[in-house]
Structure formats: C-alpha cells, structure tokens
C-alpha cells in the first residue's frame, strides 16, 4: 500500500496546483490494475452499468457513465483528456462544452484516486 499512498499524494499535489486547462492537455495513462465491468441484458444497446475497478491499492470501484468509461478506455497516453473529451462529445453527439465540463471533475477524481495516471 505504501507505493499508493506515495503516488496518490504526488497526483494530489499535483492536481492542487493545475489548473482545468492544465489537466485537460496532459495525456493520462490507466493503470494496470483497473479493470472494466458492465451489467446489463443481452439485447440492450448500452449497458445498465458500467464499473471502473481497482485492483490493487485502496480497491476503490466507482460507477461510471459511457462518456466516462470511454475516457478511461482510450487512456493510453497518446491523446490528451481534452482531445478525448472533444472525440467523445462528437461520438455521442453531445456538446464539447458540456463534455469537457464534466469530464474534467471526474479525470481530477480518477487521478487523484490512482485510476489514471499521468504519461
């Protein structure tokens, strides 16, 4: 627990310190321990719920919608979360602005959290 602990206070103080913008240009990474669930019945088009866990560390679960089960699924470290955010707004025909604004809370939360780390 105690490499968690050390890389989720670095994330934390970091996080304290950046502004929207800032991490909204910063390439994230998930990190190897997160896993994706999804629940629902067979013939729905989208799941009834999507959860994003942790393996190691706190083992934290938290539930997430599809734009945020997204985000996390295209962190890989090549495209920035607003570069994500914008893909996605245009993929689920939702407005940028309403997508990055809230993104933005839940990439600080799964950041600070250790879900994402960043590239």
């Known amino acids: ?10 994330a934390h103080d ?5 502004t929207d913008d800032q991490v909204l240009s910063h390439a994230f990474v ?17 799941p009834e719920h999507i959860l ?5 560390g706190l083992g934290r679960s938290i539930k997430a919608d599809t734009a945020l089960a997204g985000l996390v699924g295209a962190s890989d ?3 920035t979360a ?10 689920l ?3 940028a602005g309403e ?15 250790g879900f994402l780390t960043r590239a």
Do not use: C, F, N
């Open 1 to 10: 627990l105690g490499p968690h602990l050390r890389d989720v206070l670095a």
């Open 14 to 18: 970091w996080l304290a310190s950046a």
């Open 30 to 46: 998930v990190a190897a321990d997160v896993t994706k669930e999804t629940y629902g019945r067979p013939l729905q088009h989208e």
């Open 52 to 56: 994003i866990r942790q393996g190691g």
């Open 77 to 79: 470290g090549e495209l």
């Open 82 to 91: 607003g570069q994500i955010a914008h893909a996605l707004a245009a993929l």
């Open 93 to 95: 025909d939702v407005p």
């Open 99 to 113: 997508m990055v604004a809230g993104l933005v809370p839940a990439v600080r939360d799964l950041v600070r959290d």
